[in-house]
T-cell receptor
Framework: QKEVEQDPGPLSVPEGAIVSLNCTYS??????FMWYRQYSRKGPELLMY????GNKEDGRFTAQVDKSSKYISLFIRDSQPSDSATYLC????????????FGDGTTLTVKP | GAGVSQSPSNKVTEKGKDVELRCDPI?????LYWYRQSLGQGLEFLIY????????KSGLPSDRFSAERTGGSVSTLTIQRTQQEDSAVYLC???????????FGNGTRLTVT
Protein backbone atom coordinates (compact mmCIF):
# COMPACT_ATOMS: atom_id res chain seq x y z
CA GLN A 1 0.00 0.00 0.00
CA LYS A 2 1.30 3.44 -0.90
CA GLU A 3 1.90 5.91 1.92
CA VAL A 4 -0.08 8.57 0.05
CA GLU A 5 -3.14 7.67 -2.02
CA GLN A 6 -4.72 10.24 -4.29
CA ASP A 7 -8.07 10.14 -6.10
CA PRO A 8 -6.87 9.24 -9.60
CA GLY A 9 -9.26 11.20 -11.80
CA PRO A 10 -9.21 12.45 -14.45
CA LEU A 11 -11.62 15.17 -13.46
CA SER A 12 -13.47 17.39 -15.94
CA VAL A 13 -15.58 20.34 -14.78
CA PRO A 14 -17.20 23.41 -16.38
CA GLU A 15 -15.67 26.82 -15.82
CA GLY A 16 -16.82 28.35 -12.56
CA ALA A 17 -17.32 25.02 -10.78
CA ILE A 18 -15.97 24.22 -7.33
CA VAL A 19 -13.35 21.49 -7.50
CA SER A 20 -12.45 19.10 -4.69
CA LEU A 21 -9.20 17.13 -4.84
CA ASN A 22 -8.47 14.55 -2.17
CA CYS A 23 -5.72 12.40 -0.71
CA THR A 24 -5.32 10.00 2.17
CA TYR A 25 -2.10 9.03 3.90
CA SER A 26 -1.10 6.25 6.22
CA UNK A 27 1.87 7.52 8.25
CA UNK A 28 0.77 9.38 11.37
CA UNK A 29 4.25 10.94 11.58
CA UNK A 30 3.49 13.17 8.60
CA UNK A 31 3.20 16.76 9.81
CA UNK A 32 3.56 18.92 6.72
CA PHE A 33 1.14 18.83 3.80
CA MET A 34 1.62 20.32 0.37
CA TRP A 35 -0.26 20.69 -2.88
CA TYR A 36 1.64 21.15 -6.11
CA ARG A 37 0.31 22.01 -9.56
CA GLN A 38 2.03 20.59 -12.62
CA TYR A 39 1.41 21.76 -16.15
CA SER A 40 2.30 19.50 -19.06
CA ARG A 41 6.06 19.20 -19.57
CA LYS A 42 6.78 21.46 -16.59
CA GLY A 43 7.99 20.79 -13.07
CA PRO A 44 5.58 20.85 -10.12
CA GLU A 45 5.02 24.28 -8.58
CA LEU A 46 4.04 24.74 -4.95
CA LEU A 47 0.44 25.89 -4.40
CA MET A 48 -0.19 25.36 -0.70
CA TYR A 49 1.96 24.41 2.30
CA UNK A 50 0.36 23.66 5.64
CA UNK A 51 1.41 22.28 9.00
CA UNK A 52 -0.77 19.92 11.02
CA UNK A 53 -4.58 20.01 10.95
CA GLY A 54 -6.74 22.91 9.84
CA ASN A 55 -7.56 25.05 6.85
CA LYS A 56 -5.46 27.46 4.83
CA GLU A 57 -6.85 29.78 2.20
CA ASP A 58 -5.03 31.55 -0.62
CA GLY A 59 -7.24 33.32 -3.12
CA ARG A 60 -9.44 30.75 -4.84
CA PHE A 61 -7.57 27.85 -3.24
CA THR A 62 -8.26 26.28 0.17
CA ALA A 63 -6.22 23.43 1.64
CA GLN A 64 -7.77 21.33 4.38
CA VAL A 65 -6.04 18.79 6.60
CA ASP A 66 -7.77 16.37 8.97
CA LYS A 67 -5.07 14.45 10.81
CA SER A 68 -7.59 12.40 12.77
CA SER A 69 -8.78 10.75 9.55
CA LYS A 70 -5.47 11.23 7.66
CA TYR A 71 -7.30 13.09 4.93
CA ILE A 72 -6.14 16.11 2.94
CA SER A 73 -8.11 18.15 0.43
CA LEU A 74 -7.67 21.02 -1.96
CA PHE A 75 -10.68 23.08 -2.98
CA ILE A 76 -10.65 25.38 -5.99
CA ARG A 77 -13.43 27.95 -6.20
CA ASP A 78 -14.59 29.59 -9.44
CA SER A 79 -12.39 27.25 -11.47
CA GLN A 80 -10.80 28.65 -14.62
CA PRO A 81 -9.47 26.96 -17.78
CA SER A 82 -5.99 28.02 -16.64
CA ASP A 83 -6.45 25.71 -13.63
CA SER A 84 -6.31 22.74 -16.01
CA ALA A 85 -3.28 20.78 -14.82
CA THR A 86 -2.23 17.80 -12.72
CA TYR A 87 -2.46 18.36 -8.98
CA LEU A 88 -0.13 16.46 -6.66
CA CYS A 89 -0.54 16.14 -2.92
CA UNK A 90 2.57 15.59 -0.82
CA UNK A 91 3.37 14.99 2.82
CA UNK A 92 6.44 15.03 5.02
CA UNK A 93 7.33 14.26 8.61
CA UNK A 94 9.55 16.17 10.99
CA UNK A 95 12.31 13.60 11.13
CA UNK A 96 13.03 12.56 7.57
CA UNK A 97 15.11 15.55 6.61
CA UNK A 98 12.71 17.15 4.18
CA UNK A 99 12.03 14.14 1.96
CA UNK A 100 8.44 14.49 0.70
CA UNK A 101 6.15 11.64 -0.30
CA PHE A 102 3.85 12.33 -3.23
CA GLY A 103 0.53 11.04 -4.46
CA ASP A 104 0.21 9.98 -8.09
CA GLY A 105 -1.66 13.14 -9.09
CA THR A 106 -5.13 14.05 -10.31
CA THR A 107 -5.50 15.55 -13.77
CA LEU A 108 -8.07 18.35 -13.89
CA THR A 109 -9.62 19.84 -17.01
CA VAL A 110 -11.75 22.98 -16.71
CA LYS A 111 -13.86 23.49 -19.81
CA PRO A 112 -14.79 27.03 -20.93
CA GLY B 1 15.79 35.34 -9.09
CA ALA B 2 16.43 32.31 -11.28
CA GLY B 3 14.69 29.07 -10.46
CA VAL B 4 16.05 25.53 -10.51
CA SER B 5 17.71 24.82 -13.84
CA GLN B 6 18.11 21.35 -15.31
CA SER B 7 19.99 20.23 -18.38
CA PRO B 8 19.53 18.78 -20.84
CA SER B 9 15.77 19.20 -21.09
CA ASN B 10 15.56 16.11 -23.28
CA LYS B 11 17.96 13.20 -23.69
CA VAL B 12 17.64 10.22 -26.00
CA THR B 13 20.19 7.48 -25.48
CA GLU B 14 20.77 3.92 -26.53
CA LYS B 15 20.40 1.07 -24.09
CA GLY B 16 23.69 0.40 -22.37
CA LYS B 17 25.06 3.95 -22.62
CA ASP B 18 25.84 6.15 -19.60
CA VAL B 19 24.07 9.48 -19.11
CA GLU B 20 24.65 12.50 -16.88
CA LEU B 21 21.88 14.82 -15.82
CA ARG B 22 22.68 18.21 -14.33
CA CYS B 23 20.86 20.35 -11.79
CA ASP B 24 21.59 23.96 -10.82
CA PRO B 25 19.60 24.75 -7.66
CA ILE B 26 18.36 28.15 -6.55
CA UNK B 27 21.31 30.15 -5.23
CA UNK B 28 21.67 29.73 -1.49
CA UNK B 29 19.50 26.65 -1.24
CA UNK B 30 21.32 24.08 0.88
CA UNK B 31 18.99 21.12 0.33
CA LEU B 32 18.74 19.40 -3.06
CA TYR B 33 16.58 16.47 -4.12
CA TRP B 34 16.29 14.19 -7.13
CA TYR B 35 12.96 12.60 -8.01
CA ARG B 36 11.83 10.45 -10.93
CA GLN B 37 8.41 10.67 -12.58
CA SER B 38 7.30 7.92 -14.90
CA LEU B 39 4.44 8.45 -17.35
CA GLY B 40 1.20 9.07 -15.49
CA GLN B 41 2.83 8.37 -12.14
CA GLY B 42 3.66 10.38 -9.08
CA LEU B 43 7.11 11.40 -7.98
CA GLU B 44 9.53 8.72 -6.82
CA PHE B 45 12.21 9.95 -4.41
CA LEU B 46 15.78 9.11 -5.42
CA ILE B 47 18.28 11.00 -3.25
CA TYR B 48 18.60 13.99 -0.94
CA UNK B 49 21.63 16.26 -0.41
CA UNK B 50 22.27 18.61 2.47
CA UNK B 51 25.25 20.63 1.34
CA UNK B 52 27.58 18.19 -0.40
CA UNK B 53 26.54 15.22 1.74
CA UNK B 54 23.81 12.74 0.87
CA UNK B 55 22.20 11.61 4.14
CA UNK B 56 19.42 9.79 2.29
CA LYS B 57 20.16 7.69 -0.81
CA SER B 58 17.40 5.23 -0.10
CA GLY B 59 15.51 5.84 -3.34
CA LEU B 60 18.30 5.04 -5.80
CA PRO B 61 16.87 2.00 -7.62
CA SER B 62 20.16 0.20 -8.29
CA ASP B 63 23.92 0.63 -8.17
CA ARG B 64 23.76 1.90 -11.76
CA PHE B 65 22.48 5.17 -10.30
CA SER B 66 24.76 7.62 -8.53
CA ALA B 67 24.73 11.32 -7.73
CA GLU B 68 27.10 13.91 -6.45
CA ARG B 69 26.96 17.53 -5.45
CA THR B 70 29.90 19.87 -5.46
CA GLY B 71 30.45 23.26 -3.85
CA GLY B 72 27.08 22.98 -2.19
CA SER B 73 25.53 23.90 -5.52
CA VAL B 74 25.45 21.93 -8.78
CA SER B 75 24.44 18.29 -8.69
CA THR B 76 24.89 15.56 -11.27
CA LEU B 77 22.84 12.38 -11.48
CA THR B 78 24.59 9.63 -13.40
CA ILE B 79 22.94 6.52 -14.78
CA GLN B 80 25.31 3.84 -16.03
CA ARG B 81 24.42 1.16 -18.56
CA THR B 82 20.97 2.62 -19.13
CA GLN B 83 17.97 0.31 -19.49
CA GLN B 84 14.61 0.96 -21.12
CA GLU B 85 12.92 1.02 -17.70
CA ASP B 86 15.07 4.07 -16.86
CA SER B 87 12.99 6.12 -19.31
CA ALA B 88 11.25 8.82 -17.24
CA VAL B 89 11.36 12.49 -16.34
CA TYR B 90 14.08 13.19 -13.78
CA LEU B 91 13.18 16.15 -11.59
CA CYS B 92 15.50 18.13 -9.36
CA UNK B 93 14.28 20.30 -6.51
CA UNK B 94 15.93 22.53 -3.96
CA UNK B 95 14.89 24.19 -0.72
CA UNK B 96 16.40 26.83 1.52
CA UNK B 97 16.68 24.26 4.29
CA UNK B 98 15.43 20.74 4.70
CA UNK B 99 12.29 21.90 6.51
CA UNK B 100 11.14 24.14 3.67
CA UNK B 101 8.95 23.21 0.71
CA UNK B 102 10.55 22.15 -2.55
CA UNK B 103 11.10 24.26 -5.66
CA PHE B 104 11.32 22.10 -8.77
CA GLY B 105 13.04 22.44 -12.11
CA ASN B 106 11.29 21.45 -15.32
CA GLY B 107 13.08 18.13 -15.45
CA THR B 108 15.11 16.11 -17.92
CA ARG B 109 13.03 13.80 -20.09
CA LEU B 110 15.15 10.67 -20.60
CA THR B 111 14.29 8.19 -23.33
CA VAL B 112 16.28 4.97 -23.59
CA THR B 113 15.88 3.24 -26.96
Amino acid sequence: QKEVEQDPGPLSVPEGAIVSLNCTYSNSAFQYFMWYRQYSRKGPELLMYTYSSGNKEDGRFTAQVDKSSKYISLFIRDSQPSDSATYLCATRGDTNAGKSTFGDGTTLTVKP
Amino acid sequence: GAGVSQSPSNKVTEKGKDVELRCDPISGHTALYWYRQSLGQGLEFLIYFQGNSAPDKSGLPSDRFSAERTGGSVSTLTIQRTQQEDSAVYLCASSSRSASPLHFGNGTRLTVT
